[in-house]
């Protein structure tokens, strides 16, 4: 009896001291192999700033094409207080975004992180971003957006008249354009009301979107938090305005405010501003590719030109005069929908978007 639990307690002390080397070995061998692994080469720039102001000081695809050409196409650098690394290679964007996809979540540098709000979409994976998704393309489907179609077109003539005997930023002006028509995909009519309280407040958040998140009197971070606190509260006014009101809304507040489960005040005023800065500067991006492209191609010019003008003319009525555009007419622009559809293609919209590795990835050796 008391030799076999001698026996006992050895095997387990040995097990134990076993599992312990064994431990010890593997982390032994994994740290070394991490060791091993050398990170991608590049430069982390100065101190906490990085390389910051060598990305956003220029146009950001001459910060690539001058770290590719010393580098190739996978480098490490310092941006907005995040050291990372930077991938060109459609093999390694595959990895991080398909193969790896789960290695990866979805984030932005601190400092747009906090302008957009936690709860926006970008920040999110599982059932909360998939709920927030559909409640989003909700409001986006023909159903919701069939309906407003005159309304985009009287925003269109409005900033085409405002252009008249002044020469013209083409992308600050496309900016006008899309905010407009994104307050009123999300608003709905209402959105004259508080057009120029929101524009106020969003073009000064907007401006500290690619700042250090230092948060002290006087720097930009600080002034867009402030402009973020009031956008917050407009929203709230709106929200409270639309409760006590009580009404049916095919616009993207409805979609958001009609979600059963209920989403909170905070949960909506972010996705609010993040649909925004979704939206806006890469719509805004395409129109002014579209209009590089039909300048620079005379024959697509002439052939959009004369789509458009036998729609105005099939609309005149008796009088002369014409009717507004709707979504049928939308519907019959095959020559204007295949010059979207080409310069999506070939256009350059998203310069970068941004990952967070939640463990060491290898690629390639590093
Ligand atoms: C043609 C213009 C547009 C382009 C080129 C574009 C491009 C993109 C890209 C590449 C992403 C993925 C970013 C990433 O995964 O890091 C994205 C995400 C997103 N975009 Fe757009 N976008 C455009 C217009 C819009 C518009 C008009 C809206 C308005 C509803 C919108 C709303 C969103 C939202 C909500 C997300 C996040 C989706 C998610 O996390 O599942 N985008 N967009």
Redesign the pocket.
């Known amino acids: 009896m008391d030799s076999s639990f001698t026996t006992i307690c050895f095997s387990i002390a040995l097990l134990l001291f076993l599992i312990h080397f064994l431990l010890k070995l593997f982390s032994f061998f994994s740290a070394s192999t991490a060791r091993k692994l050398p990170l991608p080469p590049g430069s982390l720039g100065w101190p906490y700033i990085g390389e910051t102001f060598q990305l956003y000081s220029q146009n950001p695809n001459v910060f690539f094409a001058s770290k590719q050409e010393r580098y190739g196409t996978i480098f490490k650098t310092h941006i907005l207080g995040c050291p990372c690394v930077m991938i060109s290679s459609p093999e390694a964007a595959k990895l991080v975004?398909v193969t790896k996809a789960p290695l990866f979540k979805?984030t932005f540098p601190a400092s747009k992180e906090r302008m957009l709000g936690k709860q926006a979409?970008?920040f999110?994976q599982g059932d909360y971003?998939a709920k927030?998704?559909k409640l989003?393309?909700r409001?986006?489907m023909p159903g919701a957006i069939k309906n407003i179609v005159s309304n985009i077109e009287s925003i269109a003539t409005q900033t085409l008249q405002s252009w008249e005997g002044r020469s013209i930023n083409t992308f600050q002006e496309m900016k006008t354009y899309?905010f407009n028509v994104?307050l009123l995909?999300i608003f709905g009519k209402d959105e004259i009301l508080y057009r120029e309280e929101l524009k106020r407040c969003y073009y000064i958040l907007e401006k500290g979107y690619n700042s250090m998140p230092i948060n002290i009197p006087g720097t930009l971070f600080n002034k867009s938090m402030k402009a973020r606190k009031e956008l917050a509260q407009i929203l709230a006014k709106i929200l409270s305005t639309r409760r006590q009101a009580n009404g049916d809304h095919n616009d993207?507040l409805g979609s958001f405010m009609g979600d059963k489960e209920g989403l909170t005040d905070e949960q909506i005023a972010d996705?609010i501003i993040?649909?925004i800065f979704?939206?806006?500067d890469?719509?805004a991006?395409?129109l002014t590719w579209i209009l590089k492209y039909l300048g620079e191609n005379q024959s697509v010019l002439q052939a959009v030109t004369e789509e458009q003008e036998s729609i105005m003319r099939s609309k005149e009525d008796k009088c002369g005069e014409e009717k507004s555009l709707t979504w049928e007419d939308a519907k019959k622009m095959p020559i204007t929908s295949r010059v979207i559809q080409e310069t999506?293609r070939i256009a350059s919209?998203?310069s970068f978007?941004?990952?967070e590795a939640v463990e060491d990835v290898e690629f390639e050796g590093r």
Do not use: E, K
Request: net charge positive; aromatic share 10%; hydrophobic share 55%.
């Open positions: 975004l979805p979409i970008f999110h971003h927030l998704r989003v393309l409001a986006f899309t994104a995909s993207l996705n993040g649909v979704a939206a806006r890469t719509t991006s395409v999506l919209i998203l978007t941004f990952r």
